[in-house]
């Protein structure tokens, strides 16, 4: 669009010293190595049932896997897209600096260098998209002998038997890719397991895990980690009584929540206001109160920690300051953005959680539709299907409006986001039953949904 531009960036290696390059959490610790890593486990459970449709296969203990080429192929994917972003800023003309920048006064920030060098900038617009770091918590032994998100998809040996820490997403998609890739896994859980996601979901997501072998530990908070002669580490946990439980463990793995680096930046030399329940920012129209100065991703108060809502928010912005009269008024939507959690029973879902919709509008006015299917991809396997499972939200009213989209089941997240543009345009539940399915596909189940909750009919089909 036209301005210049220069990007500071500097990763603060993990307290196990793990770093990476360009591109943020999702590229290097995030999204895509996590992805990279549900696929493997996918392709575990692909070979075991291929025997069923006639490929022929060593015996199933002969299948093993080799955790280091994992991580150094997903090590070589991410380098190569570090090094493809570092020529499009090349390309782009954007100054890189690779180095910790720290306001100095709301228009100049002070970069330290890598080097130990610093040099000052200044700009008259300043974007702060720094993201999060994974929290740890403050017990004995953590910071030395505990790992995080930040550290797993590099890991030079085997993590063996694990410990997660942590039940949000990024634990379970951590508990779903180590217990597929073979390795002991139990998960830590607080309160309930992914706190703010439909709960009915949660709990399917929770059963289809422990199917697979993950252990639960629930009501529990972390006490100590110490380490043992023979390396092992003697994790202990405890739950409100004070009742405590030990275990021997190769890896503990915080997912405790993640925190923005905005205490380090010195905003108050520009005078930008941070929460004080969590250090993000607080912004409108991602501005925050210094009106030169905005941010984007999860470093944004109340705002989705998602990829594609801090590029989409990023864009919008760059158009907004630099693009055309008729660009001035594209505001983000924070509202309906789809998502996914990639635990070995993929889950997906766009809009309420049957419990916010309740809470919101009260069950007299919301009407919840649900099936459990059966795709066809587990009828040759002979797997189980009573985790597949599909709702939809709607108003109780005229219109029919749907209102939540939920699945568990294979592909949920491709499905997802073409109904996700199908909301954004005012999807109803008459329009959903008037959509001619394709068949057979798990997708068309959305199409073919007609049993609500309030019926009392069951949600099982007969065959
Ligand atoms: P989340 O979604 O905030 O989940 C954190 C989990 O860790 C959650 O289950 C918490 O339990 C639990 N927690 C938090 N603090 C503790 C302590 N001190 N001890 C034990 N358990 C704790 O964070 P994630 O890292 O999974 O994901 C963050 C974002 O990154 C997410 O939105 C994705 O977009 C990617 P609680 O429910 O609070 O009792």
Redesign the pocket.
């Known amino acids: 669009m036209g301005a210049k531009v220069a990007v500071i960036n500097y990763v603060t290696p993990t307290p196990k010293g793990t770093k990476w390059g360009l591109g943020g959490?999702c590229v290097n610790v995030?999204c895509i190595p996590n992805k990279l890593m549900h696929e493997a486990t996918i392709m575990g459970d692909t070979l075991n049932e291929a025997k069923c449709y006639g490929w022929k296969l060593p015996a199933s203990e002969h299948i093993t896997h080799n955790w280091c080429v994992l991580t150094e192929a997903i090590q070589n994917q991410i380098k190569s897209v570090n090094w493809t972003t570092r020529v499009e800023l090349k390309e782009s003309k954007v100054d890189y600096i690779n180095g910790f920048g720290r306001f100095k006064s709301p228009h100049e920030i002070s970069v330290k260098k890598n080097d130990g060098e610093t040099v000052d900038l200044s700009a008259e617009y300043i974007l702060i998209a720094v993201g999060?770091r994974?929290?740890y918590?403050?017990?004995p032994g953590a910071l030395d002998f505990g790992i995080t998100?930040d550290d797993i998809f590099s890991l030079k040996k085997p993590p063996g038997k694990t410990m997660i820490?942590?039940?949000?997403?990024?634990?379970?998609?951590c508990a779903g890719f180590l217990n597929g890739l073979g390795y002991d896994t139990t998960v830590?859980?607080?309160?309930?397991?992914?706190?703010?996601f439909d709960q009915q979901m949660a709990q399917i997501i929770t059963s289809a895990l422990q199917d697979k072998g993950v252990k639960f530990e629930f009501k529990?908070?972390?006490k100590s980690i110490i380490k043992q002669p023979n390396n092992k580490l003697l994790f202990s946990w405890q739950n409100k009584n004070n009742q405590i439980s030990s275990d021997y463990f190769d890896t503990v793995l915080?997912?405790?929540?993640?925190q923005p680096p905005t205490r380090d930046m010195l905003l108050e030399n520009a005078g930008v206001k941070i929460s004080e329940e969590n250090d993000k920012l607080l912004t409108e129209n991602e501005q925050t109160n210094v009106p030169h100065i905005f941010g984007v991703g999860?470093v944004l108060f109340n705002k989705?920690?998602?990829t594609p809502v801090a590029i989409q928010a990023g864009q919008l912005l760059a158009k907004r300051l630099f693009g055309k009269e008729e660009d001035k008024k594209c505001f983000m939507d924070y509202n309906n953005v789809a998502?996914t959690v990639f635990t070995p029973a993929k889950y997906a879902c766009i809009g309420y959680s049957e419990e916010n919709a309740l809470q919101t509008f009260g069950s007299e006015n919301i009407e919840v539709y649900h099936s459990n299917f059966k795709p066809t991809e587990y009828f040759i396997p002979k797997k189980p299907t009573q985790h597949c499972y599909i709702k939809v939200i709607t108003k109780r009213n005229e219109r029919k409006e749907v209102i939540g989209m939920h699945i568990i089941g294979p592909h949920a997240a491709e499905i997802m986001q073409g109904f996700a543009a199908a909301m954004k345009c005012g999807l109803t539940m008459d329009i959903l039953s008037d959509t001619v399915g394709i068949h057979p596909t798990v997708a068309e189940e959305f199409t073919r949904v007609n049993i609500t909750k309030r019926s009392g009919f069951s949600c099982v089909p007969s065959s």
Not at 165 to 173: D, I, K, T
Not at 188 to 196: A, F, N, W
Not at 254 to 258: L, P
């Open positions: 959490t995030g999060g994974p929290r918590p403050n017990i998100s820490v942590g039940a949000g997403y990024v634990g379970l998609e830590l859980v607080r309160s309930v397991v992914l706190r703010g529990f908070t972390p915080f997912a405790i929540g993640r999860d989705p920690e998602l998502t």
